[in-house]
């Protein structure tokens, strides 16, 4: 059976195994579907603002993958490599230490971009909280009202003055929105408090252009979304860049600094970096495709959505990243891929927008249908609306979402934390006598602590069983595999019931990126214990002996 493998759960991603599903409903037996996915759901991006706000539920804007696609084999994984010689992806291990491949005859990547401000100066990344997942919504709302809750007891007035300000980076569509939602909620919020004076609160919107929503819509509407934000109380700073940030300040590129507990940044989404990392040709980060979605150089891999850059044909220009664009393109390569399949004629892609809209909270909106038609105020709000919920993924999800906003007008909010996040910097582990903690060849993904407890270091190979070391309270393990980038070169066991500390594999590279002298001493350890190993290999060699027939004094140095 051949495998066509969709890597990617986004608009993209769900459509073009939508498509597939209805194109190969006769080959089923001969083709099999595979989705990979890091959620079990599909995100309704445009709606997440309302999240934030509280207009609608947490799950309204998301649906199960599964319910949507009933014909498509789900994998629920991180993506850790693609190997374009192999044809084969490795998924990340999930409750254990070992990964999963997956081979394909057809792969369309569509992998989106990534909220990733590791590239950004100053603290953006420590600091900034981004606004482009379920998570980054449901996150930031539990922020606001924490702020919220706790200027309504603050005592000082500078740090009441730090708490009641708000600073959101970046005036497109993702900024317009956020910062509309945002000063609503907060203002509303207010009038709950009697401590919280609404004067005190400040809404600060940066953006680097001279005028809003400056690549999307004509100027007239963006002028119209300038004096309906001012208006609302909303502090706009155009020509103007948010350059980094503090756990107390937003600090802009002319040294200006906004003290502020909460700074969001809806900067441009950079490369993801799977696709970065891939051997083909790019522009910006995005995967150069030709009309019909394959990939430049290379056969059976396709590419659309954000990730890729997709010319229109019979044009110059380039598939703009937006949901319309990618729900065209899914239809398309799925076409094409069954063309292929098949061996009949592919379809170039063509598609000419239809329209952009943002809301502006207030039930206002601004919208451009057609490149021609411009509408704002309530008429585009209504229409925001009503074609948002029709382009809603299933019935189901449409009733919910409509009861939703029926009852957003009948009720009055509550604004009531949900504290699901857990912070697992680092991870307290018990293992019993005699269990393994990880084998040679799985994945490197924890650095290991010894805080009580003796565990023994395995060399298995040509059938011996050579023990490296034995180490105790206050040791540690596991640091080369995450320092290589390679999998375990070791297998480990307890010698005796042991608690153990670990860091992830994204702390630990923070770690070691900033303390050069942990990497050297990292270094150091790992080679003591090559040149144990290779000492005690050679003696056993030499006498002929078995593992377990050489004296400790000599296994144990």
């Known amino acids: 059976m051949k495998r066509i493998v969709i890597l990617g759960g986004g608009f993209a991603g769900i459509y073009a195994a939508t498509y597939l599903e209805k ?259 790019q522009l910006r980060g995005r995967l150069i495709t030709d009309s019909f979605l394959r990939v430049s150089g290379i056969d059976n891999v396709w590419a659309l959505g954000d990730c890729a850059a997709v010319p229109i044909h019979n044009s110059e220009q380039i598939s703009p990243p937006t949901a319309q664009f990618a ?72 009733m919910r979402v409509g009861f939703s906003w029926i009852l957003d007008m009948l009720v009055p909010q509550e604004f009531v934390q949900l504290k699901a996040e857990v912070h697992n910097g680092i991870t307290h582990l018990h293992y019993a006598k005699g269990e393994t903690i990880f084998r040679k060849g799985d994945i490197g993904d924890f650095l290991y602590i010894v805080v009580d407890g003796k565990v023994e270091i395995l060399d298995i190979s040509n059938q011996k069983e050579i023990q490296v070391a034995i180490l105790g309270k206050g040791e540690y393990f596991g640091e080369m595999a995450l320092l290589k980038q390679k999998k375990r070169n070791a297998t480990v066991k307890c010698l005796e019931d042991t608690e153990l500390l670990a860091i992830r594999k994204n702390d630990f590279h923070v770690l070691v990126t900033n303390f050069g002298n942990l990497r050297e001493e990292f270094h150091k350890t790992e080679k003591l214990r090559s040149q144990k190993k290779v000492a005690i290999s050679e003696i056993g060699d030499i006498l002929d002996l078995s593992q377990n027939d050489i004296p400790p004094h000599i296994r144990h140095g």
């Not at 890091?38 to 804007?61: C, H, K, W």
């Not at 490795?90 to 081979?103: E, V």
């Open 327 to 398: 729900v065209r393109q899914g239809k398309c390569l799925a076409y094409n891929i069954y063309a292929s399949c098949l061996g009949t004629t592919q379809k170039p892609f063509t598609f000419k927008a239809l329209g952009m809209m943002a809301s502006l909270g207030h039930r206002k909106a601004i919208a451009e249908i057609f490149g021609k038609i411009k509408l704002s105020g309530f008429p585009a709000w209504v229409l925001w609306r009503f074609i948002y919920w029709s382009k809603l993924p299933g019935i189901s999800r449409k």
């Open 23 to 281: 194109l190969f409903k006769k080959h089923r037996d001969q083709y099999e579907i595979i989705l990979v996915s890091r959620d079990n759901y599909f995100t309704y991006q445009p709606m997440l603002a309302e999240v934030v706000a509280g207009s609608l539920g947490i799950l309204d804007s998301v649906s199960s993958i599964r319910a949507l696609l009933k014909h498509t084999t789900i994998y629920v994984r991180e993506i850790s490599n693609i190997d374009l010689v192999e044809r084969t992806v490795t998924l990340s291990p999930n409750f254990h230490h070992t990964d999963l491949r997956i081979s394909y005859d057809h792969l369309a990547i569509a992998l989106g971009n990534v909220t990733d401000f590791r590239k950004s100066p100053g603290g953006l990344h420590e600091h900034a909280l981004a606004f482009k997942t379920l998570k980054d919504a449901i996150k930031l709302r539990n922020h606001l009202i924490d702020v919220m809750e706790s200027a309504a007891i603050e005592a000082s007035p500078e740090i009441r003055k730090q708490l009641l300000t708000f600073v959101i980076g970046g005036g497109g569509f993702s900024g317009v929105e956020i910062v509309a939602e945002i000063n609503d909620l907060v203002r509303l919020f207010a009038k709950k408090y009697p401590t919280i004076i609404p004067s005190e609160i400040r809404v600060v919107l940066i953006h680097k252009k001279d005028r809003l929503v400056d690549k999307e819509l004509s100027p007239s509407l963006g002028k119209y979304a300038e004096k309906l934000l001012i208006k609302r109380g909303v502090e706009i700073l155009f020509n103007t860049e948010l350059r980094s940030a503090t756990p107390q300040e937003a600090i802009l590129h002319d040294g200006t600094r906004i003290p502020s507990s909460t700074i969001v940044s809806t900067v441009p989404a950079n490369p993801n970096p799977l696709v970065e990392r891939l051997p083909l040709e």
